[in-house]
């Protein structure tokens, strides 16, 4: 089954405690990309990646790091997490011009 | 102003219904247009996509895209309870970007 999958779906944790979010995909996409949704917001993007080893800013890169080693992950780090990153954090993939498939979110609280 | 805007609703309708969700968008350049449908606690999924003007439909549900008034609608017929969900049109505005609406809130009541 096609899927994009997050771990953890849950996290609460404490101001300035190192986190990483992991996302895997198993479509053989190139294109992956992490977005963070927040009421009245909407989706804004963080970072994306067009290949291994490529990764660029998107909207709102501030705070967070990402990495691509593997062509199947893109994991979300969190260096020193503030309570304004409390938000529902998404990964997608796609290959190019294509639909993006999206996983379940990951619900992060920052206390 | 901003690329993509969407009514955040809520919409509240009687089952049955017929229901219409609109964007406007701002870049003429557009081509593609997406909407998307995220149930509580979930990732978006792809309902509908468009290639440039016209009518798309898949069962209950229509994509129109008005290229010259830069608008495009969900239509849903028939609506269900099941229907009930936050829809968000999406606009790849690149190669790998894409812009999405705030979404809207649809209730569909039984």
């Known amino acids: 089954e096609a899927q994009v999958t997050q771990n953890p779906r849950y996290l609460i944790t404490v101001t300035g405690k190192k986190l990483t979010v992991t996302c895997s995909q198993n479509?053989?996409?190139?294109?992956m990309s992490w977005y963070r949704q927040d009421p009245g917001l909407g989706l804004r993007q963080i970072y994306y990646?067009?290949?291994?080893?490529?990764?660029d800013k998107g909207d709102v890169p501030e705070g967070y790091k990402v990495s691509r080693k593997e062509k199947r992950n893109f994991p979300l780090i969190l260096e020193s997490p503030s309570p304004n990153q409390t938000s529902l954090y998404f990964c997608?993939?796609?290959?190019?011009?294509?639909?993006?498939?999206f996983g379940q979110g990951t619900r992060l609280t920052v206390v | 102003q901003k690329e993509v805007e969407q009514d955040p609703g809520p919409l509240s309708v009687p089952e049955g219904a017929i229901v219409s969700l609109n964007c406007t968008y701002s870049n003429s350049a557009f081509q593609y247009f997406m909407w998307y449908r995220q149930y509580s606690r979930k990732g978006p999924e792809l309902l509908m996509y468009?290639?440039?003007?016209g009518n798309k439909e898949d069962g209950r549900f229509t994509a129109q895209v008005d290229k010259s008034s830069k608008y495009i609608s969900l239509f849903i017929r028939d609506s269900q309870p099941s229907d009930s969900a936050t829809y968000l049109c999406?606009?790849?505005?690149?190669?790998?970007?894409?812009?999405f609406g705030t979404g809207t809130r649809l209730k569909v009541l039984a």
């Open positions: 468009t290639y440039s003007s």
């Open positions: 990646s067009m290949n291994v080893e490529v990764t």
């Open positions: 999406a606009i790849p505005s690149g190669t790998y970007k894409y812009i």
């Open positions: 479509m053989n996409h190139e294109y």
């Open positions: 997608a993939s796609s290959h190019a011009k294509s639909v993006a498939f």
